[in-house]
């Protein structure tokens, strides 16, 4: 249902028992008698009527509403909503470094420029070649690919499952 409608709901619908209060008062008024007391029975039958005419006229209010325009809703819909872990190369180095041993600088080794990142996700797909997990764990990473790094640091228990991104900024 187009918002428009649904947040006057509670209006249409005072507007409608008001309308049917009305009928009945008018009713009564024509054929000269007092409005007396409504049965249960009646109430039920009353209840399921306002129902149903609530249900067309909003039916019928939406099928004549021009267009909208996108709302920030249909817009936003457009969009994937990913989780990422997010961190800056220094506290990256230094989880490393921590891990492994060794000097690194992902700046360096990655060629980074300021104000740019890295996007991975982990487990990655880095192939491994015989000695290179090896090397990495003992600090050696200057000819590594970050995929391969933090494939080690996941298998390590180091990272969890996911998307990451890596900033620089200086």
């Given at each position: 249902?187009?918002?428009?409608?649904?947040?006057?709901?509670?209006?249409?619908?005072?507007?409608?028992?008001?309308?049917?209060?009305?009928?009945?008062?008018?009713?009564?008024?024509?054929?000269?008698?007092?409005?007396?007391d409504i049965t249960p029975e009646q109430t039920v039958r009353l209840d399921a009527s306002k129902n149903a005419i609530l249900k067309v006229l909003c039916e019928q209010l939406?099928?004549?509403?021009?267009?909208?325009?996108?709302?920030?809703?249909?817009?936003?819909?457009?969009?994937?909503?990913?989780?990422?872990?997010?961190?800056?190369?220094?506290?990256?180095?230094?989880?490393?470094?921590?891990?492994?041993?060794?000097?690194?600088?992902?700046?360096?080794?990655?060629?980074?420029?300021?104000?740019?990142?890295?996007?991975?996700?982990?487990?990655?797909?880095?192939?491994?070649?015989?000695?290179?997990?090896?090397?990495?764990?003992?600090?050696?990473?200057?000819?590594?690919?970050?995929?391969?790094?933090?494939?080690?640091?996941?298998?390590?228990?180091?990272?969890?499952?996911?998307?990451?991104?890596?900033?620089?900024?200086?």
């Amino acid at each position: 249902m187009d918002i428009r409608i649904e947040s006057k709901k509670e209006e249409l619908d005072s507007m409608i028992v008001n309308a049917i209060e009305e009928v009945f008062v008018d009713a009564h008024g024509i054929i000269n008698t007092i409005s007396g007391d409504i049965t249960p029975e009646q109430t039920v039958r009353l209840d399921a009527s306002k129902n149903a005419i609530l249900k067309v006229l909003c039916e019928q209010l939406e099928q004549n509403l021009p267009k909208l325009p996108q709302t920030q809703k249909d817009v936003m819909s457009n969009f994937d909503i990913n989780t990422r872990f997010v961190i800056d190369t220094d506290r990256f180095d230094k989880i490393v470094e921590k891990a492994y041993g060794g000097s690194y600088e992902i700046v360096a080794e990655q060629e980074m420029s300021n104000n740019s990142v890295i996007d991975f996700e982990v487990p990655s797909s880095a192939l491994f070649f015989d000695g290179d997990v090896e090397r990495i764990k003992m600090g050696n990473y200057s000819q590594y690919e970050i995929h391969k790094i933090v494939q080690c640091l996941y298998e390590d228990g180091l990272l969890v499952k996911g998307r990451y991104q890596i900033k620089a900024n200086w």
